[in-house]
């Protein structure tokens, strides 16, 4: 019937509409959040920018804060659009991989120009021996020191835990607390996983079994209760600044935090930096452990802009785009390659020594 016919060629007409916007790659997004340091931000519009004028397309960098990264990339996959390129932290690769494309092929690109990625970043990238995406960049997390304020109150830089409990004491007495966030924000991970890691407690062994209920784990639970006795009553609603905003507003003496702290006094309040330095975290009763978010990128199978895209992925590895980004940032984004140069951004500032 006529009918029908009307309708089966409607029907054809969308399903051909629709696959013609799938094949049509006119412009591009890549979805990040929103760097502590606004140069690297910069730093790689502009890359995208010159990437775009190569190729005649238009490249948009979108960020959003650090915390809504997981549920922008969840919306995204609900609809199955969005971004082209988009930013996975830590183990969210394994957790998406199947809206990612294989990248094996530009991962054996970008390692021509340095080395192989680091173990940290095959574990976080690589799923069942694929690559899903491209391991970006990490955050060492040592301890931020007033030494100033340890001085005042008559304490030295911790080496231990059980010497934190006692300087904390100390600090807060001479007003200027130690800060440790306990709360829904990564900054907590960041020392409480590295806590129990030297009470010998790791959530989950190697074989994938939670194994978290340890007497290790209470001894660690009884150490946190302690020292939050003298820490800031608001850690516990600390966000991923929150331990920044304190130690720079001049009342924190002691944190554990990516470098950011110190770029930041560095730009902006002198007077911090000068007094300031990094050390190693903090010694427990089974050694010494630090931990560090990891930066991936990969690339949505839903993007009309795939080849597009492994091409962009490679660009920004090129050996002048990507160290010029990592100096861009003051040496905050530290590549995950084996081998890789000491850029000047690191080996010119002595309390850059600790975190590398």
């Not at 959040?33 to 931000?41: L, R, V």
């Not at 702290?261 to 010494?288: C, F, I, Q, W």
């Amino acid at each position: 019937p006529r009918g029908l016919r009307l309708a089966i060629a409607l029907v054809a007409g969308g399903l051909i509409s629709v696959a013609a916007a799938q094949g049509t790659c006119n412009s591009m997004t890549v979805l990040s959040w929103a760097h502590f340091i606004k140069a690297s931000d910069t730093k790689l519009q502009a890359e995208l920018t010159a990437f775009g004028q190569q190729n005649n397309i238009s490249v948009r960098l979108d960020t959003v804060s650090l915390n809504d990264v997981p549920s922008k990339m969840a919306a995204a996959v609900q609809s199955q659009s969005g971004p082209d390129v988009m930013l996975l932290m830590n183990y969210s690769t394994a957790l998406y991989a199947d809206q990612m494309v294989s990248l094996d092929g530009v991962v054996s690109q970008i390692e021509q120009n340095y080395s192989e990625f680091l173990p940290i970043g095959q574990e976080a990238s690589q799923i069942n021996g694929t690559w899903k995406s491209v391991p970006w960049f990490y955050t060492p997390a040592p301890a931020n020191v007033r030494s100033d304020y340890l001085k005042q109150a008559g304490v030295t830089a911790p080496d231990t835990w059980a010497q934190l409990l006692q300087d904390a004491k100390a600090l807060k007495a001479a007003g200027h607390p130690v800060g440790l966030a306990i709360s829904n924000a990564g900054d907590s991970n960041d020392w409480l996983l590295a806590l129990l890691a030297s009470y010998g407690v790791h959530p989950i062994d190697a074989n994938g079994k939670v194994s978290i209920d340890t007497p290790g784990t209470r001894q660690a639970l009884d150490y946190v209760k302690e020292l939050a006795q003298y820490m800031p009553p608001d850690v516990l609603g600390w966000d991923g600044g929150g331990n920044n905003t304190f130690f720079l507003s001049g009342l924190g003496s002691w944190t554990i935090n990516p470098v950011s702290v110190y770029l930041s006094a560095k730009s902006d309040l002198p007077n911090v930096a000068t007094n300031m330095e990094h050390t190693l975290p903090p010694a427990g009763p089974d050694g010494r452990f630090a931990t560090t978010s990891v930066y991936t990128l990969g690339i949505a199978k839903w993007s009309p802009c795939q080849d597009m895209a492994k091409k962009l992925l490679v660009y920004l590895y090129q050996p002048d785009n990507y160290e010029a980004w990592v100096t861009a940032s003051g040496g905050y984004n530290v590549p995950l390659f084996k081998t890789f140069p000491k850029l000047e951004v690191w080996t010119q500032d002595p309390k850059m020594a600790v975190p590398q």
